[in-house]
T-cell receptor
């Protein structure tokens, strides 16, 4: 059973701080990793994906991957109240096999 | 690009009734996925199609659930008969093979009373 684990939160951070969201996965063969943001009552939307070990930056977002530790994280710099949402980690084994999602971490950015 | 289109947005039905959810994927995407989301279980994959062919339906909870994709631009998920425990948000998503993540539709919130 392929599993993706996330702390459900809520994770509360003050406005302007760095929010750090973490995810672990069980399938060592996993090859691609995705972060989705889901606002309450809305559908998930893709923020970032990462395939290789290390960091990948996109604006205020940085994805970090450590395949040896089976760990992927998302850092949000200069957090804004508009970043308050649930963040879903998703993992894919190979090719076009389906994404396996974690249950998400709820982030609350306090103004 | 109109995105992934799902209908209806909300559905309230009585236990025992048939429910049909509809999805139009993004044009050119050749993979389509049906997920169900609940607070307790998160996003669960029900079934997915590649090039209109069902590949894996092991996530379909029971024989009461069925899905079809008669052509590249349309898919349905049917529940017959519906039960209160089927109440959830059902998402359809599509992707282009070998590309990144999925694009999700706006979802159908199903309530079975």
């Amino acid at each position: 059973q392929k599993e993706v684990e996330q702390n459900s939160g809520p994770l509360s951070v003050p406005e302007g701080a760095i929010a750090s969201l973490n995810c672990t996965y069980s399938d060592r063969g996993s090859q691609s990793f995705f972060w989705y943001r889901q606002y309450s009552g809305k559908s998930p939307e893709l923020i970032m994906f990462i395939y290789s070990n290390g960091d990948k930056e996109d604006g205020r977002f940085t994805a970090q991957l450590n395949k040896a530790s089976q760990y992927v994280s998302l850092l949000i710099r200069d957090s804004q109240p508009s970043d308050s949402a649930t963040y879903l980690c998703a993992v894919r084994n190979s090719g076009n096999t389906p994404l396996v999602f974690g249950k998400g971490t709820r982030l609350s950015v306090i103004a | 690009d109109a995105g992934v289109i799902q209908s209806p947005r909300h559905e309230v039905t009585e236990m025992g009734q048939e429910v049909t959810l509809r999805c139009k994927p993004i044009s050119g995407h050749n993979s389509l996925f049906w997920y169900r989301q609940t607070m307790m279980r998160g996003l669960e994959l029900l079934i997915y199609f590649n090039n209109n062919v069902p590949i894996d339906d092991s996530g379909m909870p029971e024989d009461r659930f069925s899905a079809k994709m008669p052509n590249a631009s349309f898919s349905t998920l049917k529940i017959q008969p519906s039960e209160p425990r089927d109440s959830a948000v059902y998402f359809c998503a599509s992707s282009l093979a070998a590309q990144g993540g999925y694009t999700f539709g706006s979802g159908t919130r199903l309530t079975v009373v």
